[in-house]
């Protein structure tokens, strides 16, 4: 089956350092990759994507890279602000076995950006 | 657009009772999820409509949960009764489609708080 693992949180940052968030999956078929972010009190947003290996997604300044060698997709960030403070989900989807609905997450990685 | 728009946002309910959660996707959008978000088990999909129709409802928890697409524009989860394990928030989530790479538009979820 599809899964994906998370670096576990609570990631705490000073502004302006840089970020990582780890993700590794394992899949059946071949997946898209994503990177949704959830802000306190709201629902989850997509950040970026990419849909097949070495694509690079990009959205706000974060970054992620597919990389079918390692089946990881990081996400990276140069210089973080306080407004990034929220919880970010990787996730995959696949097109084997008719549930390319089904969107696997991970647990969520919590990120704190102080001042 | 609006985007994803659910109501109530916060229910608080006493255990037995009746529980209806709304839900109005995106316009164009022909696929609906609907997820439940806890600490213990992360993002679980519980259900999914494609045209109104219900594709996979293997996610339900058990039969006092029940849901329901009668148009396009409109989608309710009902929980009857209610018990205070099923405090969680959930979450409705529409898209164009399934396709690989599609990108899925989450609400802003209901908290809802059985006592």
């Known amino acids: 089956g599809n899964s994906v693992t998370q670096m576990e949180g609570p990631v705490t940052l000073s502004e302006e350092a840089f970020l990582t968030i780890n993700c590794t999956y394992t899949a059946t078929g071949y997946p898209s990759l994503f990177w949704y972010v959830q802000y306190p009190g709201e629902g989850l947003q997509l950040l970026l994507k990419?849909?097949?290996?070495?694509d690079k997604g990009s959205n706000k300044g974060f970054e992620a890279t597919y990389r079918k060698e390692t089946t990881s997709f990081h996400l990276e960030k140069g210089s973080v602000q306080v407004s990034d403070s929220a919880v970010y989900f990787c996730?995959?989807?696949?097109?084997?076995?008719?549930?390319?609905?089904?969107?696997?997450f991970g647990k969520g990685t919590l990120l704190t950006v102080n001042p | 657009d609006a985007g994803v728009i659910q109501s109530p946002r916060h229910e608080v309910t006493e255990m037995g009772q009746e529980v209806t959660l709304r839900c109005k996707p995106i316009s164009g959008h022909n696929s609906l999820f609907w997820y439940r978000q806890t600490m213990m088990r992360g993002l679980e999909l519980l259900i999914y409509?494609?045209?109104?129709?219900?594709?996979?409802d293997s996610g339900m928890p058990e039969d006092r949960f029940s849901a329901k697409m009668p148009n396009a524009s409109f989608s309710t989860l009902k929980i009857q009764p209610s018990e205070p394990r099923d405090s969680a928030v959930y979450f409705c989530?529409?898209?164009?489609?399934?396709?690989?790479?599609?990108?899925?538009?989450f609400g802003p979820g209901t908290r809802l708080t059985v006592l």
């Open positions: 990419a849909t097949k290996a070495d």
């Open positions: 996730a995959l989807s696949t097109n084997s076995g008719g549930s390319n609905y089904k969107l696997t």
């Open positions: 989530a529409s898209s164009t489609g399934t396709r690989p790479g599609e990108s899925r538009f």
């Open positions: 409509f494609n045209n109104n129709v219900p594709i996979d």
